[in-house]
């Protein structure tokens, strides 16, 4: 199968079903808002080095996690019963992006065009964050974008032990209060696989994709924090 070369002028994907075996689908084009929805509104994503040009992927199989099916061990059911965490959500996007970015002694993908391109979804209503703090310190975080009742997780860092963990088990929660009932893991993660995280077909994450967004995307409804 071709690597589509897309182009600034066009926001269009081909099929996600299009995409070689290990996920690639398309190069080029850029980080519009136009085009980002475009793209997890059809199972597509970016994922690129700072260094690379823009790189489109939708992966088969797909790592999902279902809010209701989080696993949740007991030693963190026991820490979540200590109240030692403060939780809000979208109170502070840029700082949880950001901290994403940096936390990663192996390198990051989340450089300056996609921080800002992330905050540009944010701003639209699009991106949102979880974020755990103890006392005044922001300790985690996880960010990612919601369409209809899909939530596309983007990445999720700590400060302190669990506290990523715990950022995920708020953001089940929350999804799970507004109706929102599939998160896109993308790829592989044996950290996310212990939480409950799950991989199925590329077509049947289609599928479920396709449903999630019969249900028009309402911003407003995150505004809990």
């Given at each position: 199968m071709p690597i589509f070369q897309l182009t600034p002028d066009d926001p269009t994907f081909p099929s996600a079903e299009l995409a070689h075996a290990h996920g690639l689908l398309a190069v080029g084009g850029d980080l519009s808002l136009e085009r980002l929805i475009n793209a997890y509104s059809m199972g597509i994503f970016p994922w690129?080095?700072?260094?690379?040009p823009i790189l489109w992927w939708s992966p088969d199989p797909r790592l999902v996690l279902y809010p209701s099916k989080l696993h949740i061990s007991r030693r963190l059911h026991r820490k979540l019963n200590q109240n030692r965490f403060r939780f809000t959500c979208?109170?502070?996007?840029?700082?949880?992006?950001?901290?994403?970015?940096s936390n990663r002694p192996e390198g990051t993908w989340i450089g300056p065009e996609m921080v800002q391109a992330y905050e540009n979804l944010f701003q639209k209503g699009y991106a949102h964050s979880i974020e755990v703090w103890q006392k005044d310190q922001l300790v985690g975080g996880i960010y990612g974008v919601a369409l209809g009742q899909a939530f596309f997780g983007e990445s999720m860092f700590h400060r302190i032990p669990d506290a990523s963990k715990v950022a995920l088990i708020e953001l089940c929660r929350l999804l799970q209060k507004l109706g929102i009932g599939l998160i896109d893991c993308q790829v592989?993660?044996?950290h996310l696989r212990s939480l409950g995280a799950e991989l199925i077909p590329r077509a049947q994450f289609l599928t479920a994709l396709d449903h999630a967004l019969q249900r028009t995307t309402q911003p407003d409804q995150w505004r809990v924090g």
């Open positions: 690129f080095g700072q260094d690379d979208d109170t502070a996007f840029e700082s949880v992006v950001r901290e994403c970015a592989e993660s044996e």
